[in-house]
């Protein structure tokens, strides 16, 4: 069972470029979500979906950009890449179960360097 | 709204001593708590929960943490720390029965000394 498996692991970027990072789970996770990790500032919610063809925004959805079409797939998209989004992005899901009760399961992470 | 303060960037102890993480929460009704631990280079996964049973909650990895009401705390222990238990260590709070709405303190850093 591999869980929830995010790629690429290290991305460095220019300025203006584009990109995705995708996120998949194998648990049949109604609920997935895309956080950012910076220093000393814990983890802020990007974007949400709570099943496919419904996605929302969280706490710092500016210059990201997600869709659902599958349960498995959770891909978020930098349009068009700034150094402010130089972070650490995880990718995070849910059962119904575990959704009511705040357990998460993590990917282990990808981090973008924006030059 | 709510909000969690982790008291503490960075906790250092010797191995075998008593480990206290510090998390205070402000919520006007009772919250759901949560304690997640992030290993060197991987995700954060859930230590323990508060779900408004018992106060007392044990946790993964001889960890436990108490719901103080009247402190508005929810501090993650541990009674004699393992060179393995150096991570990164985060509380969290929600007012809603929903993944959405979880607020993820700062974190903090523990060293272990051997």
């Known amino acids: 069972n591999a869980g929830v498996t995010q790629t690429p692991k290290f991305q460095v970027l220019k300025t203006g470029q584009s990109m995705t990072l995708q996120c998949a789970q194998d648990?049949?996770?109604?609920?997935m979500s895309w956080y950012r990790q910076d220093p000393g500032m814990g983890l802020r919610l990007i974007h949400y979906?709570?099943?496919?063809?419904?996605?929302d925004q969280g706490e710092v959805p500016n210059g990201y950009n997600v869709s659902r079409s599958t349960t498995e797939d959770f891909p978020l998209r930098l349009l068009s890449a700034a150094p402010s989004q130089t972070s650490v992005y995880f990718c995070?899901?849910?059962?119904?179960?575990?959704?009511?009760?705040?357990?998460?399961?993590f990917g282990e992470g990808s981090r973008l360097t924006v030059l | 709204a709510q909000s969690v303060t982790q008291l503490g960037s960075h906790v250092s102890v010797s191995e075998g001593a008593l480990v206290l993480l510090r998390c205070n929460y402000s919520?006007?009704?009772?919250?759901?708590l949560f304690w997640y631990v992030q290993y060197p280079n991987q995700g954060l996964q859930l230590l323990l929960k508060?779900?408004?049973?018992?106060?007392l909650v044990k946790g993964i990895n001889g960890f436990e943490a108490e719901f103080k009401k009247s402190e508005t705390s929810f501090h993650l222990t541990k009674p004699s720390a393992h060179m393995s238990d150096a991570a990164e260590y985060f509380c969290?709070?929600?007012?809603?029965?929903?993944?959405?709405?979880?607020?993820f303190g700062s974190g903090t850093r523990l060293s272990i000394r051997p």
């Open positions: 969290a709070v929600s007012l809603y029965s929903s993944a959405s709405k979880i607020i």
């Open positions: 648990m049949n996770h109604e609920y």
């Open positions: 919520s006007s009704v009772p919250p759901y």
């Open positions: 508060y779900t408004s049973a018992a106060t």
């Open positions: 979906s709570v099943g496919a063809g419904i996605t």
């Open positions: 995070a899901s849910s059962s119904p179960g575990g959704a009511n009760t705040g357990e998460l399961f």
